[in-house]
């Protein structure tokens, strides 16, 4: 299974990005999707969360500001990045929740990280 990130990049403040993560490989069934961050020297970070069902969980620190959504059909998760701050600068991870057979368990897999910057 691979999870393939796009949509990072170079953005001034109060502007936006966008963020894909696709999945693809030996899939049955996906739970939960996520996107995760980690800027220099500090830990990694969720930054929001859904389930298959579409339940979904944010940080505090990006609540009103980033939409997580997902097309299950595709194995795609989405992240909608709005009046981005410098302090939203940091690699951003996409995760899933994989089971590659029906007698499988869910495994954990992760992308391999795209660079969001926020600098004016």
């Known amino acids: 299974v691979q999870l393939v990130e796009s949509g990072g990049g170079l953005v001034q403040p109060g502007g936006s990005l966008r963020l894909s993560c696709a999945a693809s490989g030996s899939i049955f069934n996906i739970n939960a999707m996520g996107w995760y961050r980690q800027a220099p020297g500090k830990q990694r970070e969720l930054v929001a969360a859904?389930?298959?069902?579409?339940?979904?969980n944010y940080a505090d620190s990006v609540k009103g500001r980033f939409t997580i959504s997902r097309d299950n059909a595709k194995n795609t998760v989405y992240l909608q990045m709005n009046s981005l701050k410098p302090e939203d600068t940091a690699v951003y991870y996409c995760?899933?929740?994989?089971?590659?057979?029906?007698?499988?368990?869910?495994?954990?897999?992760w992308g391999q990280g795209t660079q969001v910057t926020v600098s004016s």
């Open positions: 995760n899933a929740g994989v089971k590659s057979f029906v007698v499988s368990p869910y495994r954990d897999y």
């Open positions: 859904i389930t298959s069902g579409g339940s979904t």
